[in-house]
């Protein structure tokens, strides 16, 4: 006798046993078991969760009765301030998603997300109305809500919109009750990518996978209740690493920061006793160089890191005044972080340049994280686990995005075979743990070898005199392509391209070694990562 239904048979889904995944959950629990704790610093406002969520139901009630609900675009332009940490919230509380703009975006790329968006609501930081303004007027559209956020604590900016973002939550009420997705694979937010190569496409996030990859940054962090988060990542870029998230979930404090330098980072580290923050890499350089006297603080820091490599001496060099570092790696289209470099106790007793190079590894998969693989990006058939065979990153799981708005062919040809395909390219090791070596695009192939530009980076940056470093192909008539090395030196440094060239053999294979050094500060995207098409364009130039 078959018993395969039993199991099935009168056990459904009903409203005493199943809610659907939500980060809309977490921010109530807190805010009704914490409610008279600390939530959110910034300058003179301290706010506590009560405070807080009472706020973010305002928001998301204004919105209600201004006609937005399920499925419309709410789009922000705004620094890390408390407004865009609420609008995590309120947005989605009247069945919105939330499009997080990128600051550093020119007013025409900022007018195309607005329109491929379908934006039916702006809210805009003055810090940015002027950029917003151009980019509204070249929507062509007269229909968009246009809020405008006033922050006493920043000289500057207009008055660009139809209604204040204080005068929308008066609109609302705290005694609004949010709706709850129907589904948790309804979308919650959407991120564009940098697009540097022709229009950004629009990620899609679900309510899912944002709850779940924001409760795995609490375990992958070890972050204990109460946490204390600095804003040094942007809130705009994929939803900040979906740390707004995080934060509710883990009742801590949001301390926020307009601008991103070392003096008020440090200052919030030692005032606010800052536990957590996260950042580029090149933001870990910014802080490592910055001036002893500012590095006053005595209590246990970490920070995650992403988006390049960061360099084994980066990582030291931050380990060395006492900020733990824990290295992850993911993208737009993972949510953010959705990979870790776990670390094991037996490696705390390897010197401290291994535990670097150790760091500076990808890692392996996140909790919210199913499957991840380096294989070949044709077959799909997995590279050996030698730390050689160079690969495709692919990965699988909650913390995948549902697919790129409005662009069907971009979504198929990114998922295949049942795997994200993220376009980078890496090597796994004996352990399972995953090192990125290049982005597809990035990799030199100099007479039928490859090189990692990684690699090279990881060298220059051993070398006292280099304070950034960034290396791309150039065309080369003998080799097919060389290594091309541009370099920022620290102030007052004088060395030459030909001691880069020496130092960079002494640390590595010959052909690996830079054939031209570029001097002269690097190229930025919004999000701290260096520009190589723009570097790529200049080496071809030379």
Same mark, same amino acid.
């Given at each position: 006798?078959?018993?395969?239904?039993?199991?099935?048979?009168?056990?459904?889904a009903?409203?005493?046993?199943?809610?659907?995944?939500?980060?809309?959950?977490?921010?109530?629990?807190?805010?009704?078991?914490y409610?008279?704790y600390?939530a959110?610093?910034?300058?003179?406002?301290?706010?506590?969760?009560?405070?807080?969520?009472?706020?973010?139901?305002r928001?998301g009630q204004?919105?209600?009765?201004?006609?937005?609900?399920?499925?419309?675009?709410v789009?922000?332009?705004?620094?890390?301030?408390?407004?865009?940490?609420?609008?995590?919230?309120?947005?989605?509380?009247?069945?919105?998603?939330?499009?997080?703009?990128?600051?550093?975006?020119?007013a025409?790329?900022?007018?195309?997300?607005?329109?491929?968006?379908?934006?039916?609501?702006v809210?805009v930081d003055?810090?940015?109305?002027?950029?917003?303004?151009?980019?509204?007027?070249?929507?062509?559209?007269?229909?968009?809500?246009?809020v405008?956020?006033?922050?006493?604590?920043f000289?500057g900016?207009?008055?660009?919109?139809?209604i204040?973002?204080?005068?929308?939550?008066?609109?609302?009420?705290?005694a609004?009750?949010?709706?709850?997705?129907?589904?948790?694979?309804?979308?919650?937010?959407?991120?564009?990518t940098?697009?540097t190569?022709? &229009?950004p $496409?629009?990620?899609?996030?679900?309510?899912?996978?944002?709850? *779940? @990859?924001? /409760?795995s #940054?609490?375990?992958?962090?070890?972050?204990?209740?109460?946490?204390?988060?600095?804003?040094?990542?942007?809130?705009?870029?994929?939803?900040?690493?979906c740390?707004?998230w995080?934060?509710?979930?883990?009742?801590?404090?949001?301390?926020?920061l307009?601008?991103?330098?070392a003096?008020?980072?440090?200052q919030?580290?030692r &005032?606010? $006793?800052?536990t957590?923050?996260?950042?580029?890499?090149?933001? *870990? @350089?910014? /802080?490592a #160089?910055a001036?002893?006297?500012?590095?006053?603080?005595?209590?246990?820091?970490?920070?995650?890191?992403?988006?390049?490599?960061?360099?084994?001496?980066?990582?030291?060099n931050m380990?060395?005044?006492?900020?733990d570092?824990?290295?992850?790696y993911?993208l737009?289209?993972?949510?953010?972080?959705?990979?870790v470099?776990?670390?094991?106790?037996?490696?705390?007793?390897?010197s401290n340049?291994?535990?670097?190079?150790?760091k500076a590894?990808?890692?392996?998969?996140?909790?919210?994280?199913?499957?991840?693989?380096?294989?070949?990006?044709?077959?799909?058939?997995p590279?050996?686990?030698?730390?050689?065979?160079?690969?495709?990153?692919?990965?699988?799981?909650?913390?995948v995005?549902?697919?790129?708005?409005?662009?069907?062919s971009?979504?198929?040809?990114s998922?295949?075979?049942?795997?994200?395909?993220?376009?980078?390219?890496?090597?796994m090791?004996p352990?399972?743990?995953?090192e990125?070596?290049?982005?597809?695009?990035?990799?030199?192939?100099?007479?039928g070898?490859?090189?990692?530009?990684?690699?090279?980076?990881?060298v220059?940056?051993?070398?006292?005199?280099?304070m950034?470093?960034?290396v791309?192909a150039?065309?080369?008539?003998k080799?097919?392509?060389?290594?091309?090395?541009?370099?920022?030196?620290?102030?007052?440094?004088?060395?030459?391209?030909?001691?880069?060239?020496?130092?960079?053999?002494?640390?590595?294979?010959?052909?690996?070694?830079?054939?031209?050094?570029?001097?002269?500060?690097?190229?930025?995207?919004?999000?701290?990562?260096?520009?190589?098409?723009?570097?790529?364009?200049?080496?071809?130039?030379?």
């Amino acid at each position: 006798m078959s018993h395969t239904g039993i199991f099935s048979a009168g056990l459904d889904a009903t409203p005493a046993n199943y809610e659907v995944l939500t980060p809309l959950s977490f921010v109530e629990r807190t805010a009704s078991t914490y409610p008279e704790y600390l939530a959110v610093v910034y300058n003179d406002i301290r706010r506590t969760w009560a405070e807080t969520y009472a706020r973010m139901k305002r928001l998301g009630q204004g919105l209600a009765t201004r006609g937005i609900g399920k499925g419309d675009t709410v789009s922000i332009l705004a620094a890390n301030i408390p407004e865009m940490f609420e609008a995590h919230f309120g947005v989605p509380m009247c069945g919105g998603v939330l499009n997080t703009v990128n600051t550093r975006l020119d007013a025409e790329a900022i007018s195309f997300i607005f329109n491929h968006a379908e934006a039916k609501v702006v809210i805009v930081d003055p810090e940015f109305s002027e950029v917003a303004a151009r980019a509204i007027k070249m929507t062509g559209r007269d229909d968009l809500l246009v809020v405008d956020i006033e922050d006493p604590s920043f000289e500057g900016g207009s008055r660009i919109g139809d209604i204040t973002y204080e005068e929308l939550l008066a609109e609302g009420s705290d005694a609004f009750s949010p709706i709850l997705p129907e589904n948790e694979w309804d979308a919650i937010s959407l991120n564009y990518t940098s697009g540097t190569t022709g &229009d950004p $496409k629009g990620v899609v996030y679900h309510h899912r996978g944002a709850a *779940l @990859n924001a /409760l795995s #940054n609490i375990v992958t962090w070890g972050m204990g209740h109460h946490s204390r988060y600095l804003w040094t990542l942007p809130m705009f870029h994929c939803n900040g690493w979906c740390f707004p998230w995080t934060i509710a979930a883990n009742a801590g404090v949001c301390v926020c920061l307009r601008a991103v330098r070392a003096e008020p980072i440090y200052q919030l580290i030692r &005032d606010e $006793k800052v536990t957590h923050f996260c950042g580029a890499p090149i933001v *870990l @350089n910014m /802080l490592a #160089n910055a001036p002893d006297a500012l590095k006053d603080f005595s209590h246990e820091v970490k920070v995650m890191t992403a988006g390049a490599s960061p360099p084994a001496a980066v990582i030291a060099n931050m380990e060395a005044m006492g900020i733990d570092v824990t290295h992850v790696y993911g993208l737009t289209e993972t949510y953010g972080p959705s990979v870790v470099c776990a670390w094991k106790d037996a490696w705390d007793v390897k010197s401290n340049d291994e535990k670097a190079k150790l760091k500076a590894r990808q890692g392996v998969k996140n909790l919210a994280l199913a499957g991840l693989m380096v294989a070949d990006p044709n077959t799909l058939e997995p590279c050996p686990q030698d730390g050689e065979t160079m690969g495709e990153i692919f990965m699988r799981g909650n913390n995948v995005m549902k697919g790129y708005l409005k662009n069907p062919s971009a979504t198929e040809k990114s998922f295949k075979g049942g795997w994200f395909a993220s376009g980078d390219l890496g090597v796994m090791h004996p352990d399972g743990y995953v090192e990125l070596k290049d982005r597809s695009k990035d990799i030199i192939i100099s007479g039928g070898e490859n090189i990692s530009s990684v690699e090279i980076e990881d060298v220059l940056y051993k070398h006292p005199a280099v304070m950034e470093a960034a290396v791309v192909a150039r065309p080369d008539e003998k080799w097919g392509e060389t290594p091309c090395a541009f370099v920022a030196l620290k102030p007052e440094s004088d060395i030459s391209a030909d001691d880069i060239i020496g130092f960079c053999r002494q640390g590595m294979a010959h052909f690996k070694a830079p054939k031209t050094v570029i001097f002269g500060d690097l190229p930025k995207t919004s999000t701290g990562k260096v520009q190589k098409f723009v570097l790529r364009d200049r080496a071809r130039a030379l």
